[in-house]
Nanobody
Framework: AVNLQESGGGSVLAGGSLTLSCRAS?????MAWFRQGPGQVREWVSA????????HYTDSVKGRFTISRDNDKNTLYLQMNSLKPEDTAVYYC???????????????????WGQGTQVTVSS
């Protein structure tokens, strides 16, 4: 397990952009972003393999969000464009102790989680 720390959240108007970052304390394999909106269950948003060659997105963010990573900096990113009010949530990064280069599923659960960063999109 590693320690994860998200940053980059904030408040934006609909149509705006934000980039989230997640700094890991050490080596990571598969990493992902999840989010939890007000009164909602936590949902998976995107995932990326160790080398960044395989990425996955939930349908609601495809074409708007881009996941990437810089392993030299132990940092995961989520570039969010064309933000909508329904994107409002606390965003969490998560890491697993194995890779997802051959496919991804949110289960079994990730082994390490950050504290979350708030993203608020207003219309």
């Amino acid at each position: 397990a590693v320690n994860l720390q998200e940053s980059g959240g904030g408040s934006v108007l609909a149509g705006g952009s934000l980039t989230l970052s997640c700094r890991a304390s050490g080596y990571t394999y598969c990493m992902a972003w999840f989010r939890q909106g007000p009164g909602q269950v936590r949902e998976w948003v995107s995932a990326i393999s160790r080398l960044g060659k395989e990425t996955h997105y939930t349908d609601s963010v495809k074409g708007r969000f881009t996941i990437s990573r810089d392993n030299d900096k132990n940092t995961l990113y989520l570039q969010m464009n064309s933000l909508k009010p329904e994107d409002t949530a606390v965003y969490y990064c998560a890491a697993r102790d194995w890779d997802c280069a051959t496919g991804y599923s949110p289960n079994p659960p990730h082994t390490s989680w950050g504290q979350g960063t708030q993203v608020t999109v207003s219309s």
